[in-house]
Nanobody, 121 residues
Framework: QVQLVESGGGLVQPGGSLRLSCAAS????????MGWYRQAPGKARELVAG???????NYADFVKGRFAISRDNAKKTVYLQMNSLKPEDTAVYYC???????????????WGQGTQVTVSS
């Protein structure tokens, strides 16, 4: 069984910062891309940032210059540092990873349970 567990969400004032973490566990052989998505009430889930195993990174335009994604391959963990938060960043943030399990020969996409981020004064 493979699991992704997120942490670090919460309530923050506009202009504040939060750091999200997502740790993968289970019978993992290798992890390719890892990323963060978000879903606000009444809206579709959207990509926030992604990072590949070789380190290439992409960001959604709406977070460029404010958010930073990173990963620790030894810990099987991906992070999202969120600065200069705005009320419109309020959403449930989901971790996603493409993982090859032990005994498998292909990657599967896994999702975390989500963590709420609320930006409000």
């Amino acid at each position: 069984q493979v699991q992704l567990v997120e942490s670090g969400g919460g309530l923050v004032q506009p202009g504040g910062s939060l750091r999200l973490s997502c740790a993968a566990s289970g019978c993992i052989l290798t992890i390719n891309a890892m990323g963060w998505y978000r879903q606000a009430p009444g809206k579709a889930r959207e990509l926030v940032a992604g990072i590949r195993s070789v380190g290439s990174i992409n960001y959604a335009d709406f977070v460029k210059g404010r958010f930073a994604i990173s990963r620790d391959n030894a810990k099987k963990t991906v992070y999202l540092q969120m600065n200069s938060l705005k009320p419109e960043d309020t959403a449930v943030y989901y971790c996603n990873a493409d993982i090859m399990s032990r005994g498998s020969s292909y990657y599967e996409s896994y999702w975390g349970q989500g963590t709420q981020v609320t930006v409000s004064s």
